[in-house]
């Protein structure tokens, strides 16, 4: 079955940084365009980032613009988010998607906590 799973996430002080993954398997995305999102308690999904199927271009909220960079290692079929200067309204669960066609895909997601 296709599957997406997060990693990467946990708790980390204002200013800190984290590295998320998104593996994929039972599929081969690197056809495939790929997005971040996240969704903070009690407030709707945001999109963060996205990248084209071959990642020479990228995307991203204004929020996370100059502090995040997208990523993809298409041989190892993974996403990844890189993110820097961390704030405490960055703290959410973070899912990344891939869209094959007329199915999106998702991972469970993984939470960031960004608290002093």
């Known amino acids: 079955q296709v599957q997406l799973v997060e990693s990467g996430g946990g708790l980390v002080q204002p200013g800190g940084s984290l590295r998320l993954s998104c593996a994929a398997s039972g599929f081969t995305f690197s056809s495939y365009h790929r997005s971040w999102y996240r969704q903070a308690p009690g407030k709707e999904r945001e999109w963060v980032a996205d990248?084209?199927?071959?990642?020479?271009?990228?995307n991203y909220a204004n929020s996370v613009k100059d502090r995040f960079t997208i990523s993809r290692d298409n041989a190892k079929n993974t996403l990844y988010l890189e993110m820097r200067s961390l704030k405490f309204e960055d703290t959410a669960v973070y899912r990344c998607?891939?869209?094959?066609?007329?199915?999106?895909?998702w991972g469970q997601g993984t939470q960031v906590t960004v608290s002093s």
């Open positions: 990248i084209s199927s071959g990642g020479g271009a990228t």
């Open positions: 998607k891939t869209t094959g066609g007329p199915i999106d895909y």
